[in-house]
């Protein structure tokens, strides 16, 4: 009588590591990775039947592939997989590319950047000064 006990202690034992194993797995699985249902329906079936859900979730719910890659809690670098570093936009100041050409432009270009700012600023400058002084403006003068 005591074997049967340890058995069945075993036997539930096993399928409540097995039904963790199965919950940790599912929420810790990335969208792309769950199949047939949606992830709040697989959290379900497994909590509300540990033996044949966490069998279904490793059948049926999970991509077949996924248990092949490694896994880590936290990702090391950037957290972009080597696959995806190539289609993701580069900050300018982590591009090299950007950073050198920034040396390179002639201190010519920001001076006449500068300049037409400058002459801007007074044409609208002068066009406020016109207008509290009554006078119209250039564009409302009738053509001579």
């Not at 202690?9 to 969208?31: D, H, N, R």
């Not at 199949?35 to 540990?50: D, G, H, K, N, S």
């Not at 957290?79 to 050198?100: I, K, T, Y």
Request: proline share 6%; aromatic share 8%.
């Amino acid at each position: 009588m005591s074997d049967m006990i340890r058995l069945y202690g075993l036997l539930f034992l096993a399928e409540v590591v097995l039904g963790i194993c199965a919950l940790i797995s599912c929420l810790s699985a990335e969208e792309g990775e769950i199949r047939a249902l949606p992830r709040i329906a697989w959290v379900l079936i497994i909590l509300f039947f540990p033996l044949v859900g966490s069998i279904a979730w490793f059948v049926a719910g999970r991509e077949a592939g996924a248990s092949r890659r490694p896994r880590t809690a936290w990702p090391m670098g950037n957290g972009f997989s080597e696959r995806d570093r190539g289609h993701r936009q580069v900050a300018p100041d982590d591009d090299p590319a950007f950073l050198s050409s920034l040396g390179e432009r002639p201190r010519q270009q920001d001076q006449e950047l500068f300049r037409r700012w400058e002459d801007d600023l007074r044409r609208r400058e002068e066009e406020l000064r016109r207008r509290e002084d009554g006078s119209p403006r250039e564009q409302d003068r009738p053509e001579v």
